[in-house]
């Protein structure tokens, strides 16, 4: 048994695991999609990668598009779910979970998002209650979006909200609209969908104990029924990545301090009806995110989209990364725009299986034995003794649960598990936070060295 202790907190886990990192061998990829599966559950995630604005902190692939390159894109993903459509292997998948990320999903017109979602009914098998979620802004879900949105069935939205202190959204996000505002925005939201996520994040700087108070009760008394809180994070290429590591206009994020909100956090919301169920999600019971909890099940993932990663019959792919690269690629060829893929040996899918599961609070075990016929306690003896011995999780029956100071250290945790240390940083479609990409702290202070 080793005895961790875990110094800088890993601020954002594998959102895949392992990487695609090798080239695309098309012949093998579309005999893969040939055979029929007997899988009855997967995930569809949809990426749109443009926005209004571009926000200071972020590090997303979007961009600021115009129309005629948004419908250009349109017209690619159209053709690109027509592609995946005709392969055996997703004609005998269900779906259970339909999400349109970005970037801005809503950025995109009604009659933009009209036409992907017909597109989607037309060519996948939802299944009957199958929850699908837009993500954008709360000023674009406007009537005639919802009008779309509610005819295909969209259950479920999610509005990036960040912060409602106008003065830290106008002097460090570029973010228009104040509290009263964004308040009238999620209103509207509330008025047409029982279900909607927003999400917030903490340690910007300027964000006193009284804003981040503020902030967190407001989400509250929102209505919202999931919340989606993050730590800010200084990702590389970006405004803030700039201004604070390399300019230092600013004073870096703390990370003690990050600890301390995300501890208060916690404390707050479990007076509340919400329920921590994953690394950065709290909701009301039976209100969580099946985008999130059946990637947790590491299941299968049709990912679709410039930047868009995916996972079917096992092998991880990544889309080709440029819009406009993605966007000639489907004019000029008529074949899936994988940049890279990796097909996942026996011991990588149980490695993924863990990493992906433990974004879980609470992840159950009995799920491995039946994927793979061993014992996740068995196969990962010494990780999980070391993990539970310093503290970080606890094994009860069949369940990994994560202990109170596990919560701090969840994406730590989830690293512990992972043989190979990938070099990006855990969103898939982000540019990278430093040469590690893991430790953001060790480069803020390597550049303040
Ligand atoms: S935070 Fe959201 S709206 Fe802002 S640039 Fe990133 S993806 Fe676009």
């Not at 990370?255 to 169920?277: D, G, S, W």
Request: net charge negative.
């Amino acid at each position: 048994m080793n005895d961790i202790c875990f110094f800088a907190r890993e601020p954002i886990g594998s959102s895949t695991y392992p990487l695609p990192d090798q080239p695309v061998d098309i012949d093998k990829t579309l005999s893969t999609l040939k055979a029929v599966t007997n899988q009855k559950k997967s995930i569809l995630y949809i990426h749109v990668p443009f926005c209004d604005q571009i926000c200071s902190f972020c590090g997303f692939t979007r961009l600021i598009g115009k129309e005629s390159m948004k419908d250009a894109y349109v017209n690619a993903l159209i053709h690109e779910i027509r592609m995946y459509a005709q392969l055996e292997y997703i004609q005998s998948l269900g779906v259970s979970s339909v999400f349109l990320g970005g970037g801005t999903a809503n950025s995109l017109s009604a009659k933009h998002l009209d036409t992907i979602l017909a597109s989607i009914k037309a060519n996948f098998t939802l299944d009957i209650d199958c929850q699908i979620t837009c993500e954008g802004t709360p000023q674009n879900f406007t009537e005639d979006r919802i009008e779309v949105l509610k005819r295909h069935n969209v259950s479920r939205v999610s509005a990036g909200i960040q912060t409602f202190n106008k003065e830290i959204r106008t002097e460090h996000l570029r973010m228009n609209y104040g509290k009263y505002e964004l308040l009238g925005h999620i209103e509207n939201i509330r008025k047409h969908f029982s279900d909607f996520n927003i999400d917030m994040i903490y340690n910007f700087p300027d964000q006193t104990d009284t804003i981040w108070d503020d902030d967190l009760n407001t989400a509250i008394g929102s209505g919202a029924t999931h919340l989606t809180i993050y730590p800010l994070v200084l990702l590389e290429g970006t405004a803030f990545y700039s201004d604070y590591v390399k300019k230092q206009k600013y004073p870096a994020p703390d990370h003690e301090r990050e600890i301390a909100l995300f501890k208060h956090t916690v404390n707050t919301l479990r007076n509340t009806a919400y329920e921590k169920y994953s690394v950065n999600d709290w909701a009301f019971p039976q209100h969580e995110s099946r985008y999130i909890t059946l990637d947790a099940e590491s299941i299968d993932v049709i990912g679709l989209g410039a930047v868009a990663h995916g996972y079917l019959g096992g092998m991880v792919y990544k889309n080709i990364q440029s819009p406009k690269e993605y966007i000639d690629f489907i004019s000029r060829k008529s074949y899936l725009p994988i940049s890279r893929q990796r097909y996942l040996s026996e011991r990588d899918k149980m490695d993924r299986h863990m990493v992906m599961g433990l974004r879980l609070d609470n992840l159950d075990l009995s799920s491995f034995e039946r994927t793979y016929g061993r014992k996740a306690q068995d196969v990962y003896a010494a990780q999980i003794a070391d993990m539970c011995e310093s503290g970080y999780l606890k094994l009860r029956d069949d369940h990994l649960v994560f202990t109170d100071e596990g919560l701090v250290w969840a994406n730590n945790v989830r690293s512990y598990f992972e043989r190979e240390k990938v070099s990006c940083v855990g969103y898939s479609d982000t540019t990278g936070i430093g040469q590690s990409g893991k430790d953001h702290y060790g480069e803020i202070a390597m550049h303040k060295a």
